[in-house]
């Protein structure tokens, strides 16, 4: 039981920056149980982990955005954060976020997140 909405994408040139938002029921953040995450799809794939972060702030990062993006949160927003920086076209894709019950494995496995939003387009041209 969650409503997750996404917010902050649209079209950069690569290099350049975005900041998603993911705005959720305060008892995503507050209860200290959940895990959230961000995931993306381009056209033709199949929907891939790109950072995740648990209950108690730790993260996993996907190997190709290791270095460039940040996932965080704020609890007293109940908001969470995709900073994404040095944008590269295959980066592309809609972008959701998600949440499940706390556990500790497959972190960036979409089938474990039980709760997403609608996603957020963000295009990276060349």
């Known amino acids: 039981q969650a409503q997750l909405v996404e917010s902050g994408g649209g079209s950069v040139q690569a290099g350049g920056s975005l900041r998603l938002s993911c705005a959720a029921p305060?008892?995503?953040?507050?209860?200290?149980?959940?895990?959230m995450a961000w995931f993306r799809q381009a056209p033709g794939e199949e929907r891939e982990g790109v950072a995740a972060?648990?209950?108690?702030?730790?993260?996993t990062y996907a190997d190709s955005v290791k270095g460039r993006f940040t996932i965080s949160k704020d609890n007293a927003e109940n908001t969470l954060y995709l900073q994404m920086d040095n944008l590269k076209p295959e980066d592309t894709g809609m972008y959701y976020c998600?949440?499940?019950?706390?556990?500790?494995?497959?972190?960036?496995?979409?089938?474990?997140?039980?709760?997403w939003g609608q996603g957020t387009q963000v295009t990276v041209s060349s």
């Open positions: 305060g008892y995503i953040y507050s209860s200290s149980v959940y895990d």
């Open positions: 998600a949440a499940r019950w706390m556990r500790r494995d497959y972190d960036l496995q979409a089938w474990a997140y039980p709760y």
């Open positions: 972060i648990d209950s108690d702030g730790s993260t």
